[in-house]
């Protein structure tokens, strides 16, 4: 697979920039362009909305900033930052569209159950919303569902 752009989402969290561990592993010595993506919402309604939305863009856009910078001292030399308006799963479908990254590197928060049902998952939304190949990792600790059925090998038939 050739990696010549990785999309990168991060929503502020230190469970998002798990994944740039990753990226920076993956890409190694390879010159990739990697794109930091940041979704930005208002959600404080105070009486000045637009200056709520303002205030939302310009720290993610410090967040990200700061995050390229940080990459740039581990050796990639080709790091840009993006700052999309409204929800993330948008955001980072919107964004893959438009710059057709080989890649999408990305963690999940891990919920299941009733977490998952009411916050929604924003990386199976990703998945449903795009056809660029994803990375999805997973916190360590996050729990592990099984599943209903019961699994076994198949054994070839001696014919």
Known sequence: MKLDKVLVPLDGSPLAEVALAHVVELVGGRRTKILLVRAAEAHEY?????????????????YLKAIRDRLLTQGLSDVDTSVWFGPAASAIIEAAETQEPDLIVMNSHGRGGLGRLVLGSVAEAVLRGTRTPILLLREPGAPIEKSAGVARPVEPSST
């Open 46 to 62: 105070r009486k000045n909305i637009v200056l709520s939305q303002m205030n939302a863009i310009r720290e993610a856009d410090e």
